[in-house]
């Protein structure tokens, strides 16, 4: 077991919608754009990233900005400037920090005109800042905190009766919200399966949640989603519809050069589009002829009997792309979860994403679910 993921039927804990909205507010707080162009900015010996962008300290105004610079604004250096990431990375696991400096700033004065949106957390008085990430110019800027209220809104005005939660990594936000009184019975789904955290079976209670999980990045990691998820009761596994997911890409217009101030104006567009949205989606999703009708699908794929359960779990793994470590947390769940058919590598896939550290990680593993289920059912034919 690495250091990134729980004992395999241990669920990983969430946040309270509480704790992340402080969450959210705290990072606001803190949180400053300035698009620069490529001439401004360089990366010092330290690894530090510095802006001829001036701040006020208590010591009065400084001429530069320093920012300790992360994994996602490396991100940023590789996709803009084409620096290869596992380079990137190898000169700082061998702490090889003025030739990182050196081929950063090589490539930015290439291009010294070139104007890129720098998001940062402002550090304190003299200290050193956050460089998040390195995009363009024309990235359309949508946050976390106002996207949420705005979605909270909108389902507020639908007048569901929702619980949540969220958490919040260095790439994206993820929310589950999830609707307790729109249910409905998923008997053929679940009837042979057996929950690996709690040994409940589907045969005693196949309730199944609407729900839907709203998904945003601030740095440029994928759009702003709002999508169906639906919420099996006796094990919380998550059945995602990712194709019917509701998709808001970060384009927007060139920025001007400069510290970024947001209009009252624009934010109030922004924002409701957003409460639209929410409300569209509570209408489609929070809905229980839209479940019946997912839910007969998907059991329609799962009934096939999977022959030899290593086997596919590794053809499934090498079609939808998961590590070896992942095929071995999905098989050891697939076992205990009892249900030896095509649906039972659906839920071995859904309840070992809930045992991941990593929320992204999670994120991606759980959202492929049903694409496994397809993939499994067609290899026993």
Same mark, same amino acid.
């Given at each position: 077991?690495?250091?990134?993921?729980?004992?395999?039927?241990?669920?990983?804990?969430?946040l309270?919608?509480?704790?992340?909205?402080?969450?959210?507010?705290?990072?606001?707080?803190?949180?400053?754009?300035?698009?620069?162009?490529?001439?401004?900015?360089r990366?010092?010996?330290?690894?530090?990233?510095?802006?001829?962008?001036?701040?006020?300290?208590?010591?009065?105004?400084?001429?530069?900005?320093?920012f300790?610079?992360?994994?996602?604004?490396?991100?940023?250096?590789?996709?803009?400037?084409?620096?290869?990431?596992?380079?990137?990375?190898?000169?700082?696991?061998?702490?090889?920090?003025?030739?990182?400096?050196?081929?950063?700033?090589?490539?930015?004065?290439?291009?010294?005109?070139?104007?890129?949106?720098?998001?940062?957390?402002?550090?304190?008085?003299?200290?050193?800042?956050?460089?998040?990430?390195?995009?363009?110019?024309?990235?359309?800027?949508?946050? *976390?905190?106002?996207?949420?209220?705005?979605? #909270?809104?909108? /389902? =507020?005005?639908?007048?569901?009766?929702?619980? $949540?939660?969220? +958490?919040?990594?260095?790439r994206?936000?993820?929310?589950?919200?999830?609707?307790?009184?729109?249910?409905?019975e998923?008997?053929?789904?679940?009837?042979?399966?057996?929950?690996?955290?709690?040994?409940?079976?589907?045969?005693?209670?196949?309730?199944?949640?609407?729900?839907?999980?709203?998904?945003?990045s601030?740095?440029?990691?994928?759009?702003?989603?709002?999508?169906?998820?639906?919420?099996?009761?006796?094990?919380?596994?998550?059945?995602?519809?990712?194709?019917?997911?509701?998709?808001?890409?970060?384009?927007?217009?060139k920025?001007?050069?400069?510290?970024?101030?947001?209009?009252?104006?624009?934010?109030?567009?922004?924002?409701?589009?957003?409460?639209?949205?929410?409300?569209?989606?509570?209408?489609?999703?929070? *809905?229980?002829?839209?479940?019946?009708?997912? #839910?007969?699908? /998907? =059991?329609?794929?799962?009934?096939?009997?999977? $022959?030899?359960? +290593?086997?596919?779990?590794?053809h499934?793994?090498?079609i939808?792309?998961?590590?070896?470590?992942?095929?071995?947390?999905?098989?050891?769940?697939?076992?205990?979860?009892?249900?030896?058919?095509?649906?039972?590598?659906?839920?071995?896939?859904?309840s070992?994403?809930?045992?991941?550290?990593?929320?992204?990680?999670?994120?991606?593993?759980?959202?492929?679910?049903?694409?496994?289920?397809?993939?499994?059912?067609?290899?026993?034919?």
């Amino acid at each position: 077991m690495t250091t990134t993921e729980l004992a395999p039927f241990t669920r990983r804990p969430r946040l309270s919608i509480e704790s992340l909205i402080a969450k959210l507010r705290a990072q606001d707080s803190r949180k400053q754009d300035m698009v620069v162009p490529a001439h401004k900015m360089r990366v010092t010996p330290e690894g530090l990233l510095e802006l001829d962008e001036p701040r006020i300290t208590s010591n009065g105004v400084s001429d530069t900005s320093h920012f300790q610079l992360t994994g996602t604004f490396d991100s940023g250096i590789a996709g803009k400037l084409k620096v290869p990431a596992n380079y990137l990375a190898r000169m700082r696991e061998y702490n090889q920090l003025p030739l990182l400096a050196d081929n950063v700033n090589t490539w930015l004065a290439m291009e010294p005109n070139r104007p890129f949106l720098v998001r940062t957390f402002q550090g304190d008085d003299d200290q050193p800042g956050v460089g998040r990430a390195l995009l363009s110019d024309s990235y359309g800027i949508r946050d *976390n905190l106002p996207l949420l209220m705005a979605v #909270l809104e909108g /389902i =507020a005005d639908r007048g569901a009766e929702v619980e $949540i939660t969220g +958490e919040l990594t260095d790439r994206r936000m993820i929310v589950k919200i999830v609707a307790p009184r729109v249910t409905t019975e998923a008997t053929d789904l679940l009837r042979f399966y057996r929950s690996p955290f709690t040994g409940r079976t589907g045969a005693d209670n196949p309730v199944v949640a609407a729900g839907v999980v709203l998904t945003n990045s601030e740095l440029g990691f994928g759009a702003s989603t709002i999508t169906p998820q639906f919420t099996v009761q006796i094990c919380t596994n998550g059945l995602t519809v990712t194709k019917d997911a509701m998709r808001t890409i970060h384009n927007g217009t060139k920025l001007e050069h400069g510290v970024i101030q947001y209009s009252e104006e624009t934010t109030k567009r922004e924002l409701a589009t957003a409460t639209s949205r929410a409300r569209d989606a509570v209408r489609t999703f929070l *809905n229980v002829d839209y479940m019946v009708r997912k #839910l007969n699908e /998907i =059991a329609g794929k799962a009934h096939v009997d999977v $022959i030899d359960p +290593e086997a596919t779990i590794q053809h499934v793994g090498k079609i939808v792309g998961y590590t070896g470590e992942q095929q071995n947390r999905i098989l050891a769940h697939f076992i205990r979860g009892a249900d030896t058919t095509a649906g039972g590598v659906l839920h071995a896939v859904t309840s070992a994403a809930q045992t991941l550290v990593d929320a992204d990680a999670a994120y991606e593993l759980e959202r492929t679910g049903l694409r496994a289920l397809e993939v499994a059912a067609s290899y026993q034919r």
